[in-house]
């Protein structure tokens, strides 16, 4: 680690009942590992959003896995950042990779809860390992 960067750790609690021990490290120009967020806190997701668009390359997008598709938080991210952002369902991040992924696991639809846990693990595994760099979680 770097002297003007700062860790973060963070605890995320997944619909699945899995506890995750999140760290990530950043300065004013970057982002590695991912932050975690609630949706309520659309202003700090928008301001980190605003961080990872500093460090991509020009024809880069960031990727946005979503597990609902009727929640509003990637519709609002997507009409935010328009272009820069590339929605997909996390149940097809299966084969995806960039530097940087929007992760959304946040109540996922009733239906996908009754999914068996390691169903639900390997889901969650395949959509942390999209990114290189890291990114956001919600």
């Known amino acids: 680690m770097v002297a003007n960067q700062k860790e973060v750790q963070a605890n995320l609690h997944t619909p699945?009942?899995?506890e995750f021990n999140i760290h990530s490290w950043e300065d004013e120009n970057e982002i590695r590992g991912f932050k975690v967020y609630q949706d309520s806190e659309f202003d700090?997701?928008?301001e980190s959003i605003n961080k990872l668009k500093k460090s991509l390359k020009s024809e880069e997008k960031i990727g946005f896995?979503?597990?609902?598709?009727?929640?509003?938080?990637?519709?609002?991210?997507?009409e935010k950042f328009g272009d820069l952002i590339d929605v997909k369902s996390i149940t097809d991040?299966?084969?995806?990779?960039?530097?940087?992924?929007?992760i959304d696991l946040?109540?996922?639809?009733?239906?996908?809860?009754k999914k068996s846990e390691q169903k639900l693990r390997d889901e969650f595994y395949t959509a942390f390992t999209r990114a290189k760099k890291g990114g956001i979680i919600i």
């Open 93 to 102: 991040a299966q084969g995806l990779e960039g530097n940087y992924y929007i």
């Open 65 to 78: 896995l979503y597990a609902d598709e009727e929640k509003s938080i990637h519709k609002r991210i997507k």
């Open 16 to 18: 699945g009942k899995f």
């Open 106 to 113: 946040n109540q996922r639809p009733q239906s996908e809860t």
């Open 44 to 46: 700090k997701i928008v």
